[in-house]
């Protein structure tokens, strides 16, 4: 059965994979919409960019994140500059790590909902005289429904499974940065297979059980039919 | 003399597309601008409505100035309603929800009155409280009208409002925009490429051709000038203003009176003292040179010739004059010679068919 040290490190996955799914919605809502929407010659840069972590192995990112958030990196000195101390092997840390590395799977979905709505409603909405940001909010949000429950849905079930990135950034410190994957990782270096089969049976569930309800609510919702 | 309360001056460039206008319209009716795809209609709709900008550009509606040098309001400023070719409804809104889209963001008051007449003029009052799925195109084109129309704007703008739809539908609407038409005291502009919607709704025509104003001027005029194409085409018509007099019903005859005279129609469906568009084909009319002593043609009228003019293909186009109202007629090229036929000679005309347009 479960220890209440593995409560814990579910506790705190939820809390990451939560805060983390906040903040990718906050930074990648109006990136999507950029991407969407704009001709700049930088689209084709920053697409590449928040799509990396797609290809990337996660020990790539997290190296790189280590080196920069370390005491000697940029990132670093600018945190101990303003007196947060360095980040690697924090909860923030951890957090920030999450944010980048899923941030393509609530970037994408969103940047496809915008396409498809297109220009048009966008245009009645003004000759009716919405302003942008309300056109942006009575119009584009709720026909990219759909879109959002795909970006809040995958961002948070990917940042619950991620593991290469909390390993480098996180490393494996109980209450703050031991997340479900690595308990794992720990059952089994220790040979408690029982325990192991607990949590990982218990994420493959939750994983299976999230990605059910997702496909079913976009099968009887189809994406993206803005206008007729 | 027409009051031009719309001056529109806009330039754009985009590769071989060259766009060019200086237009002053008027402040009432229904403008009409007609020409082929590509020839900038739909892009000067856009540059009035400002959902495209063009730099340099000059724009002023009723005295107030939307682009000039400094100025460019931006779309949701312009007290405008715009009706696009397709509706454009909100999908995730119902009928009512899209209808009030824009007068819960119009700064004065919701008049109810006016409200309930724009939905009942476009016959959507069963149609309130439906999802947008599962309504009819020329449903949907109603509920576009009348949700641009309840913002009770300086003035409407329609892109092609009847083009995406079949002509079953295309008839169904067109009464209301009739309707409209009579009703309405904001200018409107009316984007299409049909010559039937240019003679059934239009006070004022602009005629583009390649991102240029090739002529514009009130129907009448613009409809019998020979220097344009519209008078050679097959279709070639003239629409007059006319009031009904009386109506024989024991002939199925109405009487109807213009500027110059009196025609006699096929019964017309409206009270006396109604005034209809007649549109009148110029391969309906016929000329002759004296009155005609005894003839089963009802209409035969004294008109003069002020212009004429032969197409390449054996037809003479003839503008006459009766009165104040100009009249189109398509005549065989030796017909002309045979009658001789010249400007400011006397003619009569004989009108064989008609057709009231609302």
Redesign the interface.
């Known amino acids: 059965m479960l220890t209440s040290e593995d409560f814990d490190t579910l506790l705190l996955t939820a809390k990451v994979a939560s805060l983390a799914t906040v903040l990718m919605l906050l930074i990648g809502t109006p990136l999507a919409w950029w991407l969407a929407r704009t001709s700049s010659v930088w689209k084709g840069i920053i697409n590449t960019l928040v799509a990396l972590p797609l290809v990337l192995p996660p020990t790539v990112l997290g190296f790189y994140l280590l080196v920069l958030m370390g005491p000697a990196g940029p990132i670093g000195q600018l945190t101990r500059w303003l007196g947060l101390g360095t980040l690697p092997f924090t909860f923030e840390g951890l957090v920030i790590a999450s944010v980048l590395y899923s941030l393509p799977f609530v970037v994408q979905p969103l940047q496809a909902s915008f396409s498809a709505i297109g220009a048009?409603?966008l245009?009645?909405?003004?000759?009716?005289?919405?302003?942008?940001l309300?056109t942006f909010f009575?119009?584009v949000m709720?026909?990219a429904?759909p879109g959002f429950l795909t970006a809040t849905i995958l961002g948070f079930a990917h940042t619950v499974g991620e593991f290469g990135v909390v390993l480098m950034v996180g490393g494996n410190i109980p209450d703050k940065t031991r997340v479900v994957s690595v308990q794992i990782y720990n059952h089994v270096e220790a040979l408690e297979y029982s325990e192991a089969h607990w949590l990982a049976g218990g994420l493959l569930l939750f994983s299976f059980t999230v990605l059910l309800i997702l496909y079913s609510i976009l099968k009887s919702q189809p994406v993206a039919?803005?206008?007729? | 003399m027409t009051i031009h309360a719309i001056k529109a001056r806009f330039q754009l460039n985009y590769g071989v597309f060259h766009f060019k206008v200086d237009l002053e319209l008027p402040g009432t009716g229904v403008t009409v601008l007609f020409g082929d795809s590509g020839s900038g209609k739909t892009t000067l709709l856009r540059c009035i409505a400002g959902l495209q900008y063009a730099p340099q550009g000059f724009l002023e509606i009723n005295d107030s100035i939307w682009q000039d040098d400094k100025v460019f309001l931006p779309t949701y400023k312009r007290s405008l309603g715009y009706v696009f070719q397709e509706a454009n409804l909100f999908q995730h809104l119902t009928v009512s929800e899209n209808l009030y889209y824009g007068l819960k963001r119009i700064k004065s008051s919701i008049n109810n009155f006016q409200f309930q007449q724009t939905i009942e003029l476009l016959g959507i009052e069963h149609l309130l409280t439906r999802r947008i799925e599962g309504l009819s195109g020329g449903e949907r084109q109603r509920i576009a009208i009348a949700r641009a129309l309840v913002l009770n704007p300086d003035i409407l703008l329609m892109d092609e409002p009847l083009a995406s739809l079949d002509s079953k539908r295309k008839q169904e609407i067109l009464p209301f925009l009739s309707r409209l038409h009579q009703q309405l005291a904001i200018p409107v502009l009316y984007v299409t490429h049909s010559q039937q919607e240019v003679a059934q709704l239009a006070d004022y025509l602009v005629i583009m051709e390649q991102g240029q104003v090739f002529a514009s001027g009130p129907l009448a005029t613009t409809l019998s000038r020979l220097d344009l194409p519209l008078a050679m085409d097959k279709q070639a018509s003239t629409v007059w203003l006319v009031t009904i007099i009386e109506h024989e019903t024991e002939y199925q005859l109405s009487r109807v009176e213009f500027s110059a005279g009196t025609l006699s129609l096929p019964l017309i469906d409206a009270p006396i003292g109604s005034t209809l568009r007649l549109q009148i084909y110029a391969r309906d009319v016929s000329i002759v040179l004296e009155a005609p002593y005894a003839t089963s043609i009802l209409n035969v009228l004294p008109a003069t010739i002020t212009d004429i003019t032969d197409d390449n293909n054996g037809q003479s186009i003839v503008c006459l004059q009766l009165g104040s109202q100009s009249l189109l007629v398509h005549i065989t090229r030796k017909s002309r010679q045979l009658l001789n036929l010249q400007i400011n000679k006397a003619v009569y005309v004989q009108i064989k068919g008609s057709s009231i347009l609302n």
């Open positions: 048009q409603p245009e009645a909405a003004a000759t009716l005289r919405a302003s942008p309300d009575s119009v709720p026909l429904k039919h803005p206008l007729k």
